[in-house]
C-alpha cells in the first residue's frame, strides 16, 4: 500500500490540468468565468545528464560552495498555450498570455 | 419539374439536381454555347443598370438561354469552400433576373433541411445540468466555461476577443474590419451547440444579460459614432454580395410567419438562429439593444431617422429585426431548451 502511494507521487514529468475560476488565478482579475489551467507536474529522474552528475560532485567537494545551482533537471513547460481572453466582473474583457502550459519536459 | 435537355446537372430521371454555383459554373465552361452566353451576361452586368443591360437584345438573350442551364437555380453553402466566388456567380444571374431593389430577396444558401434538434437538446440538459442551478445559475457563463474547456471555442474565442478589444489609437480604438473577420471565423469554424449557447442563452438576472449582450464585443463590433439610417446601412450592405447573401438568408429563415405555430417559416427555429448568426461580423451586424431580462430586443446598429419619404419601408425593415416574433420566439426556445415538437 505504502509503496503504491510512493510510486503514484513519483510519476514522469507530464501535462496535467484544473479547472480554476479566473479569480483564482491570482492575477489580480475579478471574474467568475472558468478556464483551462494546464501545468506541468512529474519527477525527472530518468533525464538526469552527466551534467548533474558532475555538478553534484563539484558541489560535493566543495570546488563550488557559495553560487546557487541546481544539479537535477526540473519539470516546466517547453511551450505555452494561446492566449486566453475572458469578461470580468465588470464587463470588460482582458487577454492573458502564456497562462497555460502546452508541453511539459525536464530541462 | 422536369429540366431541359442539358444532361449535366440531371439525374437520370430527368430531375434536376441542385448543384453549387462553383460546381454550376464548370459545367457552364464546359459547354460552349453555355460559356459564351455566361461571358456575354457578366460584360452586360458589369457597371450597368438592369434596365441598360435588357434593353441590348444581346444581353436578353444570354439571360434567356442561362436560365436553362444549371447556373440558374445553382445555391451556395454556408462556409463552404469558394463560398464568395460561389456567391459572385450566384448574383452574377439573379441580378439580371430581379429588380435588385426587392424589399426581400430569395437567399443564396441552401435551405437548411436537417432539424438539428440535437443542439436543442444540448441545450436542455445543460441548462439543468448543475445541481445549484435554479437559485445561482447564469447560463451565460455556463456557456463561457463551456467554450474555455474546449480547445477549438477557447481559441477563437480569445482570437475575436483580443482583436476586438485592441486599441489602434487614441482616436481609433479598435480595427472593426479586423474584429468583424475574427467575429466571423469564430462564428463560421466553431460548432454551433458552442456559439448558439454564448449568444442565446437565457437569462433571469442583469448581469448575466449584460454578458449576452457583451458576447460580440459591441463597443468595437457593434455600436459606432453615428446610427446610419437603416436603408442606407442596407445599401451598404447589398454592395457587398456575403452580406447581401446573408441578409437575404435572414429575411428567408426568419420573416415572421402567421400560418405557423411558431411565426417561423416552416417552424424551423434551428435554420433562423443559424442565419442570425451568420450576420454577425458584417455590417448588418445585429445585437441586443440592452441587459434587459424580461424583454429581447434585437436591431442592427442603425435607426429610421432621416428616411424622408422611405420612412414606411424604413420601418418594416427594422421591425424585422426588433418586433420579429419568429426571431424571439426561436432566441427562447433555444435559451430553455425547447425545441417545437411537430405531431404529425
Given at each position: ?20 475560476s479566473v ?25 538526469v ?15 563550488i ?9 526540473c519539470?516546466?513547460?517547453?511551450a ?28 | ?14 430531375w434536376?439536381v441542385?448543384?453549387?454555383?462553383v ?26 443598370d ?24 445553382c445555391r451556395c ?33 441552401e435551405p ?8 436543442f437538446?444540448l ?8 445541481p445549484a ?9 455556463d ?27 487614441a ?6 474590419r ?36 457583451q ?44 400560418q ?14 443559424g ?43 427594422l421591425?424585422d ?24
Amino acid at each position: 500500500q505504502r509503496r503504491k502511494r510512493a510510486r503514484a507521487r513519483h510519476k514522469p514529468c507530464a501535462l496535467k490540468e484544473l479547472e480554476v475560476s479566473v479569480s483564482e488565478l491570482g492575477l489580480g482579475y475579478e471574474s467568475d468565468e472558468t478556464v483551462l489551467f494546464r501545468y506541468c507536474s512529474g519527477t525527472c529522474e530518468a533525464a538526469v545528464r552527466s551534467y548533474d552528475l558532475s555538478l553534484k560532485s563539484m558541489r560535493s567537494r566543495r570546488r563550488i560552495k557559495k553560487e546557487k545551482v541546481r544539479a537535477r533537471p526540473c519539470c516546466r513547460p517547453l511551450a505555452y498555450d494561446d492566449d486566453v481572453s475572458f469578461l470580468d466582473a465588470y464587463n470588460r474583457y482582458y487577454t492573458v498570455n502564456e497562462l497555460s502550459a502546452k508541453e511539459c519536459g525536464c530541462v | 419539374l422536369a429540366g431541359p435537355p442539358s444532361p449535366p446537372g440531371q439525374d437520370p430521371h430527368g430531375w434536376r439536381v441542385p448543384v453549387d454555383c462553383v460546381r454550376a459554373n464548370e459545367l457552364c465552361a464546359a459547354e460552349p454555347s453555355c460559356s459564351s452566353r455566361y461571358r456575354t451576361l457578366r460584360q452586360c452586368l458589369a457597371g450597368r443598370d438592369r434596365n441598360t443591360m435588357l434593353a441590348n437584345k444581346e444581353c436578353q438573350a444570354a439571360l434567356e438561354v442561362l436560365q436553362e442551364s444549371p447556373l440558374y437555380d445553382c445555391r451556395c453553402k454556408r462556409g463552404m469552400k469558394k463560398e464568395l466566388q460561389c456567391l459572385q456567380i450566384y448574383w452574377s444571374i439573379h441580378l439580371g433576373l430581379t429588380e435588385g431593389e426587392e424589399f426581400y430577396e430569395a437567399s443564396p444558401y441552401e435551405p437548411v433541411t436537417s432539424r438539428l434538434s440535437d443542439i436543442f437538446r444540448l441545450a436542455s440538459i445543460f441548462s439543468g445540468m448543475d445541481p445549484a442551478t435554479n437559485s445561482k445559475s447564469n447560463h451565460c457563463l455556463d456557456a463561457a466555461k463551456a467554450c474555455n474547456l474546449n480547445d477549438n471555442c477557447k481559441r477563437l474565442r480569445s482570437g475575436y476577443i483580443s482583436t476586438c478589444s485592441k486599441e489602434i489609437s487614441a482616436t481609433e480604438h479598435c480595427s472593426r474590419r479586423k474584429c468583424h473577420k475574427a467575429l466571423r471565423q469564430f462564428f463560421d469554424r466553431v460548432p454551433s451547440e458552442y456559439t448558439y449557447r454564448l449568444l442565446f442563452c437565457s437569462c433571469k438576472d442583469q448581469a448575466c444579460a449584460e454578458r449576452r449582450r457583451q458576447t460580440i464585443v459591441p463597443s468595437c463590433s457593434y455600436e459606432d459614432k453615428e446610427k446610419p439610417n437603416c436603408l442606407d446601412l442596407r445599401n451598404t450592405c447589398r454592395t457587398d454580395h456575403l452580406c447581401r447573401s446573408r441578409l437575404a438568408d435572414f429575411h428567408t429563415n426568419c420573416q415572421a410567419s402567421f400560418q405557423s405555430l411558431t411565426s417561423c417559416p416552416g417552424d424551423n427555429y434551428q435554420a433562423c438562429l443559424g442565419s442570425y448568426a451568420g450576420l454577425i461580423g458584417f455590417d448588418m451586424t445585429p445585437n441586443y439593444v440592452d441587459a434587459s431580462t424580461t424583454s429581447i430586443t434585437i436591431s442592427p446598429w442603425c435607426s429610421c431617422k432621416g428616411s424622408g419619404n422611405m420612412e414606411e419601408e424604413c420601418e418594416k425593415f427594422l421591425r424585422d429585426f426588433t418586433e420579429n416574433p419568429c426571431l424571439r420566439n426561436a432566441i427562447q426556445a433555444f435559451g430553455n431548451g425547447t425545441d417545437v415538437n411537430l405531431s404529425p
